[in-house]
């Protein structure tokens, strides 16, 4: 079974920076697709950042754009979001996910999800 594990979590105020990682087995964070999701209290599973694993390519989401970055690592095995100028509705739980393919999928459909990490920004 696939297991992955985000950590990095914290309260943070707005403006502030945050780093998020992933961490699973090398052939997992080595040879798929890697995502990261957030699911704010009352609202939906969102998609927000992926990495390709054949050619680092990533996609993101609007809402994070030019502010979020996706990246991995693969000597440790770890993926990591670096969040900057974290605003109050970035406020959710974040997790890391795997593809089961190299490529970013279609409709951010994912096959594994982490735990979640949570993220409060806050004044």
């Known amino acids: 079974q696939v297991q992955i594990v985000e950590s990095g979590g914290d309260l943070v105020q707005p403006g502030e920076s945050l780093k998020l990682s992933c961490v699973g087995s090398?052939?997992?964070?080595?040879?798929?697709?890697i995502g990261w999701f957030r699911q704010a209290p009352g609202k939906k599973r969102e998609g927000i950042a992926c990495?390709?694993?054949?050619?680092?390519?990533?996609i993101y989401a609007d809402s994070v754009k030019g502010r979020f970055s996706i990246s991995r690592d693969n000597s440790k095995n770890t993926a990591y979001l670096q969040m900057d100028n974290l605003k109050i509705d970035d406020t959710a739980v974040y997790y890391c996910?795997?593809?089961?393919?190299?490529?970013?999928?279609?409709?951010?459909?994912?096959?594994?999800w982490g735990q979640g990490t949570q993220v409060t920004v806050s004044s």
């Open positions: 996910a795997t593809k089961w393919a190299p490529h970013c999928p279609s409709g951010w459909r994912f096959d594994q």
């Open positions: 990495s390709n694993a054949r050619d680092d390519s990533t």
């Open positions: 090398a052939f997992v964070m080595g040879s798929f697709a």
